[in-house]
């Protein structure tokens, strides 16, 4: 039988920090589990505000913070392994990651192709300038962008939703089989944010690219979440079907997450004239 | 709901001779002007915008990152700095001691309505709190030369305030670490608010917060504003903070006011095509059905495209979009857009959402 | 091209840059001078001595029988060059040491910054000062560049650490990780350029810094004094008791000479320092910080 895609087994991080006198713990994740299948893409999505761990957790799949106890399997094979560069090379090429704020995602002074071009290098068979520069072009068709538009430009002269779509070209390049994305669009502008949402959808439908999407937006993990967890504090407090879970949370922390989401349809029920002003709704 | 506490106009007030409105905004034009080793260069951020915000309503500002939100809030707050500067246009307020324009007022004037009849909320709560100073500073900072009340009695105004507000005084012996994120945004709204000013600009005050402590800042804006009668001019990216809190709403594209209206009308009938995409691609918790994503990208404000700004992205484009910048009509009661194709034709963009 | 407009439009917009140009143009040209003068360095009563600044000697004659102006023109040289040379080692050792320590992090950095702290805090002079006794006559000028260097390095290494220590922190550098980039890669292509305007004004700082200990050490006498240099013409001054016998000319000269470099340096720091900032290069680019 294929080993999974995915499995994070009874993961724990503890963070210490302070000296002798005072030591602080902070247990930011905590014996959280979950696998992900090898034959079947998905988008696996990971709720959780601010402190809850989630992108701790982000960080131990990219395999660049190790876990306390627990361990983490990639394809069967436990991530503390890979230890030579040219392990971490090759886990890479198989597990990429999207960053949350395009425009720190690449070197203000660089120009963006610079980043394109040393994936195709280090991750594939590709040698030559040519061919990387064929390599870069055929990720970037698969973001509905091309390296003519691309080539030679800056950072700041792209908006957001451009940056990101190379930002994941870029994770692109190499195939990889697992993207790890933390916050993608938070810092993506309202009218560009459904190109990269809709993009996610492509990857895992045509491309069979499975995707762990880390967010703090229920409606964006509604719209394209297949399975999904929600952690609080560094547990995951429930998880599952992502349109059941959302449509009817169990535990008191998603219940309270899900009325917290402020609708549109429903901002006008109790909109009656005559209602008058009663005290503050909590 | 915070729904509940939206400011509805009785009929009594509809009816009642429209009293002039706080703020007016005529015509302005700020633009940034920048010389850089003696090459000239001009970002047309805030491009010929009038609105008005009465008294007593919330009134939202939509737009995107360089739309030139921040900088129209700046320039109504008369916190113009170079390379930002007024062009044309006036900013007028109507306090209760009579009407000031905001540009020909002399710095000790601006100060003197700074807190006690302006005030501004912003973002980030660290910026206005002192890290190591406890609360009751900040209070006395801020708000002890604007009121008569001094020693004791400045402190008993504080608390008072601060139980209206249903928080608890003790937060003022606290320093900032010490309380979370949403009681900290909360402190700062009460900084804001305790000189009862009658206008409050509102700068992204939610978007830094945690989802479920959102809501109850919202409602606390909303409830300080209906106990004082003060008007708010709230700024967010987020449509829905809009749909649960906005009495009205003005969306802004590349410098230049696109749609203003009612909130509920602007989101029920969009006569913009751009405000018609906003709504629509909103995702929803319980719809499945896939949100179309808008081509291109917003346009740099340093060198913007002839004619209407929103048109290489506009699916309605016409040809007359490409030449001529369409002036702000209103189409409907209330309801105002700056779109060629919905001047000729209301209906035409709704078919969008 | 780009380079040249540059300088052009530094030239024209900013004072101080033009001023502290034009100061270190003109010790660099009475430097180059040195190769047309008319005497070798080394000799003695080639002039008569003790001439005051005349239409034949226009800066006067040493007590030593040598030309002010032409003696000048070798101190000025050496000293010019033993700065640039130091400036230059301590530059590497620093950039070197600042970003790994910054951007590895861990017991890398725990190592190196020992090493740092231990000559942040070692005393400078007595150390040089004890190198000229042990190694006397093998102190040669050379000899001497490179001990500075090694002394000189440890404060802006600390200072380009703390700028890659933030910048390890920015999703840039992850992006790099994950494009498969080596360490060496990130550390020279992408953090390098964000530091370099660090290096710029501290290489000015650093050539002034090394001037004044060759000058200090030369003064007293703790160098090879055969090698005409600033400090070498002010200790045979002081040693033939020129002030008191009125021959000012012999101290004057060298020293307003190098005060007209330190301050052109100084000049040339503060003016690149504003310039090459990423921020306001960024702005100029186009895009905002």
Redesign the interface.
């Known amino acids: 039988m294929r080993p999974n895609l995915l499995d994070v087994e009874n993961v724990n991080k503890i963070f210490t920090r302070g000296g002798l006198v005072s030591r602080r713990v902070n247990h930011a994740v905590n014996d959280v589990s979950f696998s992900l299948a090898a034959d079947k893409p998905e988008v696996f999505t990971i709720i959780g505000?601010?402190g809850s761990g989630k992108t701790t957790l982000a960080g131990m799949i990219?395999n660049?913070v190790a876990p306390t106890t627990g361990r983490i399997l990639f394809q069967g094979r436990d991530l503390r392994e890979i230890r030579s560069?040219g392990a971490r090379?090759d886990f890479?090429?198989h597990v990429?990651?999207i960053?949350?704020?395009p425009f720190?995602?690449?070197?203000?002074?660089?120009r963006v192709d610079r980043?394109?071009f040393?994936?195709a290098?280090?991750?594939t068979e590709c040698r030559t300038p040519k061919a990387s520069a064929e390599r870069a072009d055929e990720a970037l068709h698969k973001v509905g962008l091309s390296l003519a538009e691309v080539q030679g430009r800056?950072?700041?002269?792209?908006?957001?939703?451009?940056l990101q779509r190379v930002?994941i070209a870029?994770?692109l390049v190499s195939n990889p089989s697992l993207i790890v994305a933390d916050e993608p669009v938070s810092m993506i502008?309202?009218?560009?944010?459904?190109?990269v949402?809709?993009l996610f959808k492509k990857l895992r439908d045509e491309l069979g690219v499975s995707i762990i999407y880390i967010t703090?937006?229920?409606?964006?993990a509604?719209?394209i979440s297949d399975r999904l967890i929600i952690m609080q504090k560094g547990r995951v407090v429930e998880g599952g079907d992502a349109?059941t879970v959302?449509?009817a949370p169990q535990h008191p922390y998603s219940i309270?997450?899900?009325q917290?989401?402020?609708?549109?349809?429903?901002?006008?029920?109790?909109?009656?004239?005559?209602?008058g002003?009663?005290a503050?709704?909590? | 709901m915070i729904a509940e506490l939206r400011a509805i106009p009785s009929p009594d007030e509809l009816n009642a001779p429209q009293t002039s409105p706080l703020l007016t905004v005529d015509r302005l034009k700020a633009y940034y002007k920048v010389k850089l080793f003696g090459v000239d260069r001009e970002v047309r951020a805030v491009d010929d915008i009038s609105l008005a915000i009465n008294r007593n309503e919330i009134y939202g500002l939509a737009g995107e990152s360089s739309s030139g939100k921040s900088s129209l809030i700046k320039t109504i707050a008369g916190a113009i700095r170079p390379p930002l500067r007024v062009v044309e246009g006036s900013v007028r307020f109507a306090f209760k001691d009579g009407e000031r324009d905001i540009y020909r007022l002399s710095p000790q004037e601006l100060s003197a309505i700074r807190w006690s009849r302006l005030s501004y909320i912003m973002q980030g709560s660290m910026s206005v709190l002192n890290p190591v100073r406890r609360i009751r500073h900040a209070f006395e900072d801020f708000a002890l030369p604007h009121v008569s009340a001094k020693g004791a009695d400045f402190t008993r105004l504080v608390e008072r305030h601060l139980k209206r507000l249903h928080l608890d005084p003790a937060v003022l012996q606290a320093y900032p670490h010490e309380l979370s994120g949403g009681m900290r945004q909360r402190v700062t709204i009460a900084l804001a608010t305790v000189c009862n000013p009658e206008f409050i600009i509102a700068d992204e005050p939610t978007t830094a917060l945690d989802v479920i402590v959102q809501k109850g800042v919202l409602s606390m804006i909303r409830e300080i504003q209906q106990e004082f009668g003060s008007s708010v001019l709230f700024v967010t990216h987020d449509m829905a903070v809009h749909a649960n809190l906005t009495d009205r709403l003005g969306i802004m594209y590349a410098g230049r006011l696109v749609e203003e209206g009612r909130t509920r009308d602007v989101f029920k009938k969009p006569l913009h095509p751009y405000t018609a995409h906003l709504i629509s691609s909103l995702p929803r918790i319980g719809d499945e059905a896939p949100k179309k994503a808008l081509e291109g990208s917003p346009p740099s404000l340093a060198d913007p495209p002839p004619g209407c700004r929103f048109h290489p992205r506009c699916p309605f484009a016409i040809e007359i979009c490409r030449r001529e910048a369409p002036p702000m009509v209103e189409i409907l009661p209330g309801h105002r857009t700056a779109c060629h194709v919905a001047q000729a034709d209301p209906a035409r963009v709704r078919t969008v959402a | 091209m780009n380079t040249l407009r540059i300088l052009r439009d530094l030239l024209r917009y900013n004072g101080e840059f033009a001023i502290g140009l034009v100061l270190v143009l003109i010790v660099a040209a009475i430097a180059l001078c040195s190769f047309f003068s008319p005497y070798p360095p080394m000799d003695v009563y080639v002039v008569p001595p003790d001439i005051p600044p005349s239409w034949e000697h226009p800066l006067g004659t040493t007590s030593r029988g040598q030309d002010v102006f032409w003696q000048l023109t070798f101190a000025i040289r050496n000293t010019l060059l033993f700065g640039i040379v130091v400036a230059f080692l301590s530059r590497i050792i620093s950039l070197a040491v600042g970003l790994i320590s910054g951007y590895k992090g861990g017991w890398v950095d725990r190592i190196l910054m020992s090493i740092n702290d231990t000559f942040v805090v070692v005393p400078l002079f007595p150390i040089l000062v004890l190198f000229y006794f042990i190694m006397r006559d093998e102190m040669t000028w050379a000899m001497l560049a490179i001990i500075t260097a090694l002394l000189g390095w440890a404060y802006d290494a600390r200072l380009i650490r703390s700028i890659a220590m933030s910048l390890r922190t920015r999703e840039f550098t992850r992006q790099a990780v994950f494009s498969g980039m080596s360490t060496g890669k990130i550390v020279l292509q992408e953090h390098l350029p964000f530091v370099l305007p660090i290096v710029f004004s501290t290489t000015m700082n650093n050539i002034n810094w090394s001037i004044g200990i060759e000058v200090t050490l030369s003064v007293l006498g703790f160098t090879d004094i055969n090698t005409p240099t600033i400090g070498g013409m002010i200790y045979w001054a002081n040693q033939h008791t020129a002030l008191v016998s009125g021959i000012w000319w012999w101290v004057t000269f060298p020293v307003l000479l190098v005060i007209m470099l330190f301050i052109g340096l100084f000049l040339l720091a503060i003016s690149m320092n504003e310039y090459i900032d990423p921020r306001s290069r960024l702005s100029r680019l186009g895009g905002q910080a």
């Open positions: 505000e601010s990219l660049s560069r090379l890479m090429s990429q990651a960053f949350q704020n720190d995602a690449f070197n203000p002074l660089k980043y394109l040393s994936a290098q280090r991750f800056y950072p700041h002269e792209m908006s957001g939703g451009q930002a870029r994770a502008d309202a009218s560009l944010r459904m190109t949402i809709n703090h937006d229920l409606a964006t509604y719209y349109r959302l449509a309270k997450l899900r917290a989401v402020l609708s549109v349809d429903d901002a006008w029920r109790d909109d009656r004239v005559g209602a002003v009663p503050v709704a909590t």
